[in-house]
């Protein structure tokens, strides 16, 4: 059966060169905060991993995160992951359609039961408005409740699936939850994002094929590796914002320059993701790279937290209250320093003239 091939049997069988794969091992040994000498134990872990099998369920979503999945460059060793493991359901994906599709949802999960590793995207309307997000007759909280039994652990893509993301967002017609809302007795991993970088979610299956297990999470239920640092602690342009220049619209002069987009709304002081590293398109660019200030999306209720063209302050961004001061405070050290500076600037020049 496929389902009992190695992962290097498949790795293998498209082609896959072994320097190819160790430099998979030694990127994700790097990105999951494991020493170089952990690498050849990486490699072996995953070439003679069995193929998990994998049930995709995806819920009141807008197929973005799986775009995000699909849509690299050209094929990578990256990709041939999740070729590696046994994915037997995703209705977007697969060949079979209608009640085909449905017997072999059915199929895997029964075959597999207790085993297989869950992938949710998409929120969950709850209450009496269950039904407003079905499929074929079943509603999603139903069907998110009779295969989390069965899963060995959980994976969230995106933040719809993790905190219930715009389906949340106010006045939250549906009533729409994350999944860690609902099931309470199952490993929940938590990869979110709107959508998530392609290689954290590589990243995360690489881990749990290399030890069997979920790794290191924080708070929010989101791996350490990936989503354990903010967005401008890793941003080139934090130096900008030491010195208080900032971009005040995004086609002025400092906009043009690079300077830190904090007045014009980023959020990058208060969001934990791996953007700045990572970077997306491989590896090309990113948000605030391409002008544009972060939105905080893999953080909880990022839709509510006002606008996302306002700078961060303590009055409207309610949890981040502490943070939200701190980082007014330094902005305006900045800019304090900024005019000191340039006030130096101008005396040192009139007295040059005089």
Request: some cysteine.
């Amino acid at each position: 059966m496929a389902a009992s091939k190695t992962v290097g049997d498949v790795l293998r069988a498209n082609g896959v060169s072994r320097r190819g794969f160790m430099k998979f091992c030694a990127a994700t040994a790097s990105m999951m905060a494991l020493p170089p000498t952990m690498v050849s134990a990486v490699a072996s872990a995953i070439e003679s991993a069995r193929r998990p099998s994998v049930i995709w369920l995806p819920f009141q979503e807008c197929t973005g995160c799986l775009e995000s999945l699909t849509r690299s460059h050209t094929p990578t060793v990256e990709g041939l992951i999740f070729d590696a493991i046994s994915l037997d359901f995703n209705h977007t994906l697969m060949a079979a359609s209608g009640q085909r599709a449905e017997d072999a949802l059915d199929a895997a999960t029964q075959e597999n039961w207790g085993n297989y590793l869950m992938l949710v995207d998409g929120s969950i309307p709850t209450g009496e408005f269950a039904d407003y997000s079905c499929t074929n007759g079943h509603s999603h909280l139903d069907m998110l409740k009779k295969y989390a039994a069965g899963a060995a652990a959980i994976v969230t893509i995106g933040t719809c699936a993790a905190y219930g993301g715009i389906g949340r967002a106010n006045p939250n017609p549906t009533q729409a939850v994350g999944v860690q809302d609902i099931i309470k007795d199952k490993p929940i991993i938590n990869v979110p994002g709107c959508p998530p970088i392609p290689t954290v979610i590589t990243g995360v299956l690489a881990h749990y094929l290399t030890f069997g297990t979920i790794p290191e999470l924080d708070r929010h239920g989101r791996p350490m590796a990936f989503f354990g640092q903010n967005i401008h602690d890793r941003c080139y342009r934090r130096p900008f914002y030491e010195r208080g220049l900032f971009a005040k619209t995004f086609d002025d002069e400092g906009a043009r320059k690079g300077h830190c987009l904090y007045q014009l709304g980023c959020k990058g002081p208060v969001t934990y993701n791996a953007c700045a590293t990572l970077k997306w398109n491989n590896g090309v660019s990113w948000p605030v790279q391409s002008g544009h200030g972060c939105i905080g999306c893999s953080e909880p209720n990022f839709w509510d937290k006002g606008s996302f063209y306002r700078p961060l302050s303590a009055a409207y961004y309610g949890d981040a209250r502490t943070v939200g001061i701190s980082v007014a405070a330094g902005a305006a050290a900045g800019l304090a320093a900024a005019g000191l500076a340039r006030g130096k600037q101008k005396k040192a020049q009139q007295e040059e003239k005089a």
